[in-house]
């Protein structure tokens, strides 16, 4: 029996999160937008507009950045089925995230699922929310992400990891950046069914993913490390 499919989504923003953590999902739930009713909140400390530029910022190109407008604060979000957290350099900053695992802590309980894209795993793990359950994460930055996580089952060859637990939230975890495409297309999937899934790949012209098990990244970066 196929589950409910979820109407209200929440993504997660932060001074410095990578762009396409946020931007490649979106597009992928707007263009799924348009045959089901969803509603969505871009949530954040406040409503000041947040950049991708992290704090203090570490690029070269220091004013090649984009913002985007938040609609809720962390104090004013309402109830959401689906939480996206988004990586990038952000998350490095303890500053910047405390607010952000606060309202992470509060809100995961009662979530119907929790989709990590990148970085945004590293978020969760330090907090404990993964402890003994199998996640991803960005492959070039593993090694960091995974020494958060000590008590977590990390599976490096995946390009996403679906960890259903029994008792806790569901949490879908991805590699990193476009695989935050790739998780939300399983994701609609099993939400919405094979063919919603391929209707809006083919809305977006784009070549699914289809091997969750296997991500190239993972040798590309272990020979680089």
Request: net charge negative; charged share 20%.
């Amino acid at each position: 029996m196929s589950p409910t499919p979820p109407t209200r989504y929440g993504m997660i923003v932060f001074t410095g999160f990578q762009a396409l953590d946020v931007f490649g999902p979106l597009s992928t739930l707007n263009v799924l937008s348009r045959t089901h009713k969803m509603d969505l909140a871009i949530l954040a400390e406040s409503l000041t507009p947040v950049s991708t530029n992290p704090s203090p910022n570490p690029f070269v190109s220091t004013g090649f950045g984009q913002e985007i407008v938040p609609t809720h604060t962390f104090q004013d979000a309402p109830e959401v089925e689906v939480l996206l957290v988004p990586g990038g350099f952000g998350t490095r900053n303890k500053a910047t995230m405390a607010p952000v695992e606060a309202y992470i802590r509060t809100v995961f309980p009662t979530v119907k699922y929790v989709i990590t894209i990148c970085t945004g795993s590293a978020i969760l793990a330090g907090i404990g929310l993964l402890d003994h359950r199998r996640a991803t994460t960005n492959k070039s930055t593993w090694d960091a992400v995974v020494a958060l996580g000590p008590r977590v089952e990390w599976v490096r060859k995946a390009r996403w990891v679906v960890d259903e637990s029994e008792g806790v939230t569901p949490v879908w975890s991805s590699s990193g950046v476009s695989a935050g495409i790739d998780v939300t297309f399983a994701f609609i999937e099993r939400m919405y069914g094979g063919e919603t899934a391929e209707r809006v790949a083919n809305v977006m012209e784009y070549g699914r993913w289809r091997d969750e098990g296997w991500d190239p990244f993972a040798e590309v970066w272990e020979r680089e490390g």
